[in-house]
């Protein structure tokens, strides 16, 4: 699957409809995010389960503003429309790969139940 350059008409629709997105956030002057795009490019054609997509934080200063995104690239991975990763910095290949691999095993009701646990403790 090819990676899909996200803007905000069809961020949120892609978030819902896929169950796994991974979403690299960069910029066209950003050096780093020019040298792991190939690994993403590279990494993305070996998941068909994943959707990998791409957001330009110039062109899409909202969405940018809207995750606090502060440095680039920034990796942001989605499972069942939860963020379960944030960080900026490129990744090595391995790493990256590690990485998505540990995202696909985690249980999600298992993530949902700690994450309203959280918002249960914030509004007591």
Avoid: Y
Avoid at 54 to 79: D, G, V, Y
Wanted: proline fraction near 5%; hydrophobic fraction near 40%; aromatic fraction near 10%.
């Amino acid at each position: 699957m090819a990676v899909l350059e996200l803007d905000s008409n069809n961020f949120e629709q892609t978030i819902k409809d896929n169950d796994f997105v991974v979403v690299d956030f960069w910029a066209p002057w950003c050096g780093p995010c020019r040298s792991f795009a190939p690994t993403f490019e590279k990494v993305s054609e070996d998941h068909e389960d994943i959707v990998f997509a791409k957001i330009n934080t110039e062109a899409q200063q909202e969405l940018a503003a809207h995750f606090q995104i502060r440095s680039i690239p920034t990796l942001m991975i989605f499972r069942e429309q939860v963020i379960i990763f944030s960080q900026p910095g490129a990744l090595p290949e391995r790493s990256f790969r590690e990485l998505l691999s540990k995202a696909a095993e985690l249980d999600m009701e298992e993530v949902r139940r700690q994450v309203a646990e959280q918002q249960t403790a914030q509004n007591g």
